[in-house]
C-alpha cells in the first residue's frame, strides 16, 4: 500500500461547482499535512497547512481526520484558474522530508 | 525576495554520462530538500540537508546520486553513469529551519532527458 493515496482523476467540473478531494495516509506517526497546487510544468506551491481544527482560506477548507487517516481539500465556487493538480503530502514526526500523492488534476470547464 | 533557484532548467544527456545539477536556496534557509518528479506522479524524496550535512539521505535511490552542500546554501546533486530511467523533474525546495511544521518551498525544477 502506497503511504500517501489520493483519489484518481480528472476531475472536469464546470466553473461555480463545489469540488472535493480525499487522501489517505498508511502511517499513523505522520503529524504534518499539507495541500500543494502544481500547475503544468511548474512546481508545487504550498495551497495551504492542515490542522487539526481543520481550516479554511477563502474558498478553500481543508480538514483532517486521524482516526481514519484522511485529509480532504474542499474547493468552493470553482475558477477556471483552479485548474491544475492537487498533490496531498505528509511527513513524520522524526523527518523533515514530505511525503506526496501522485496528485488529483482539476480541470474547470466554463 | 528571490526564491529558490535551480539550473540549468533543461539538461539532455546521454545515457553513461555524468550530470550536475544546482540549487541556490532562499537566502537564509538552513534546510535544502532535494526530490525527483516522474511523470504522472508526486514529488519523491531524495536527500534533504540541514546546514552542510546530509541530514537524511534514505531516498537516494543508489550510488549513482550524491550531493553536496560544502558552505551551508548552493547544493549540487550529481548523478554518475546516466540512465534513462533518471528522466525526471529534479526539484529543490528549502526552509527556514527544518521541521515539520516548516513551508518547504520549491524551486522550478531541472528537466533531465537521459537519451
Known amino acids: 500500500r502506497k503511504e500517501v493515496e489520493q483519489d484518481p482523476g480528472p476531475f472536469n467540473v464546470p466553473e461555480g461547482a463545489t469540488v472535493a478531494f480525499n487522501c489517505t495516509y498508511s502511517n499513523s506517526a505522520s503529524q504534518s499535512f499539507f495541500w500543494y497546487r502544481q500547475d503544468c510544468r511548474k512546481e508545487p506551491k504550498l495551497l495551504m497547512s492542515v490542522y487539526s481544527s481543520g481550516n479554511e482560506d477563502g474558498r478553500f477548507t481543508a480538514q483532517l481526520n486521524r482516526a481514519s487517516q484522511y485529509i480532504s481539500l474542499l474547493i468552493r465556487d470553482s475558477k477556471l484558474s483552479d485548474s491544475a493538480t492537487y498533490l496531498c503530502?505528509?511527513?513524520?514526526?522524526?523527518?523533515?522530508?514530505?511525503?506526496f500523492g501522485k496528485g488529483t488534476k482539476l480541470s474547470v470547464k466554463p | 525576495g528571490a526564491g529558490v533557484s535551480q539550473t540549468p532548467s533543461n539538461k539532455v544527456t546521454e545515457k553513461g554520462k555524468y550530470v550536475e545539477l544546482r540549487c541556490d536556496p532562499i537566502?537564509?534557509?538552513?534546510?535544502l530538500y532535494w526530490y525527483r518528479q516522474s511523470l504522472g506522479q508526486g514529488p519523491e524524496f531524495l536527500i534533504y540537508?540541514?546546514?552542510?550535512?546530509?541530514?537524511?539521505d534514505s531516498g537516494l535511490p543508489n550510488d549513482r546520486f550524491f550531493a553536496v552542500r560544502p558552505e551551508g546554501s548552493v547544493s549540487t546533486l550529481k548523478i554518475q553513469r546516466t540512465e534513462r530511467g533518471d528522466s525526471a523533474v529534479y526539484l529543490c525546495?528549502?526552509?527556514?529551519?527544518?521541521?515539520?511544521?516548516?513551508?518547504?518551498?520549491f524551486g522550478p525544477g531541472t528537466r533531465l532527458l537521459v537519451l
Open positions: 540537508f540541514q546546514g552542510t550535512g546530509a541530514a537524511d
Open positions: 525546495a528549502s526552509s527556514l529551519i527544518p521541521g515539520i511544521q516548516e513551508t518547504q518551498y
Open positions: 537566502s537564509g534557509h538552513t534546510a
Open positions: 503530502a505528509v511527513n513524520m514526526y522524526d523527518q523533515g522530508n514530505l511525503i
